[in-house]
């Protein structure tokens, strides 16, 4: 893939930055709740699901809502997208002087929660838009931001996507593999971000399988679902469904990749007397760079 940056002098690195904004599950903690994740290539930052309180994350990292303009959803379950209309409608009413499309891409029902939320006549939020474009008061607000009249309502294209190339960017492409999760109820990707200089894997939930596997394989960074330990989930359904600290260990090691980062961390996990059970159990089967991902991190870029 072609380094941006080229004829300006210098070239920028294109390795993809991670900042965590959501590495928790929907049972909400002082220091985690639900997913979301910032993926930054070169000047551009893709978000990668949108759990609770993203946007105000986001904030708190330093990161604009105008700033991106790609989305991907791996799921539907609330932890990964309960956020969204006010992500839709704080980008929207910050985007000035005029509002510039928002890309969603996910799974099926992509296009329906994303139309369910701003559809002009039957969207859970269109009262919001329509009053901020029509109320005199709202268009002086916009106004002083350095928004320019007449306001046109949220440009937001959804799709909904299958496995294999979702977007090719000017220096990055993402391509979407299926998760194992809560099939039939709800579709599952897990994505792979690939630069001329590095590639990122965000699993999403899932249980180890075969697709995360492959399409992991000699990634730089594997952001896995660390659910729960082994003995927990171990002839349970939840093997069925999401991952445990050895299944992310194995997949990290079955895919060679340089660097695991565990998120989506279950709750008792979290707490400071798990701390050593679960490094035991990641030791039992990866013994790579390991990072538990906490909310607010840059993730580091594998050392060699
Ligand atoms: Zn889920």
Request: overall charge negative; glycine content about 10%.
């Amino acid at each position: 893939m072609e380094r941006s940056g080229a004829g300006m002098g210098v070239k920028k690195p294109l390795t993809p930055e991670v900042t965590i904004i959501g590495c928790g599950t929907p049972t909400p903690l002082p220091d985690r709740f639900g997913s979301s994740y910032v993926v930054q290539v070169g000047d551009e930052k893709l978000l990668f699901d949108c759990g609770p309180a993203t946007t105000w994350k986001l904030a708190r990292n330093g990161i604009s809502t105008t700033d991106i303009d790609d989305v991907f959803f791996t799921h539907h379950h609330f932890d990964h997208d309960a956020d969204f209309p006010t992500f839709i409608l704080t980008r929207w009413d910050q985007m000035v002087p005029r509002d510039k499309t928002l890309n969603v891409y996910g799974p099926k029902l992509t296009e329906e929660f994303t139309n369910g939320i701003l559809d002009e006549d039957t969207g859970l939020f269109a009262h919001d838009w329509k009053a901020r474009i029509h109320h005199p008061a709202s268009q002086i607000t916009f106004q002083d931001r350095g928004g320019e009249l007449p306001r046109m309502k949220p440009d937001v294209d959804p799709h909904n996507m299958g496995p294999g190339l979702i977007k090719k960017g000017s220096s990055w492409e993402v391509t979407a593999a299926p998760a194992d999760h809560v099939q039939p109820y709800l579709d599952s990707l897990a994505y792979r971000i690939d630069t001329a200089d590095g590639s990122v894997v965000l699993t999403g939930d899932t249980a180890p399988c075969e697709t995360v596997t492959d399409l992991a394989r000699g990634a730089d960074v594997l952001m896995m679902m660390c659910w729960e330990t082994h003995d927990k989930m171990d002839g349970n359904p939840h093997a069925d469904a999401s991952s445990s600290v050895l299944g992310a260990a194995e997949t990290a090691a079955e895919a060679g990749v340089k660097q695991l980062v565990m998120v989506h961390i279950g709750a008792r996990l979290t707490s400071a007397e798990m701390k050593g059970p679960r490094e035991i159990e990641a030791k039992q089967a990866w013994n790579g760079q390991l990072v538990w991902g906490d909310e607010g991190m840059k993730v580091p870029w594998p050392k060699g």
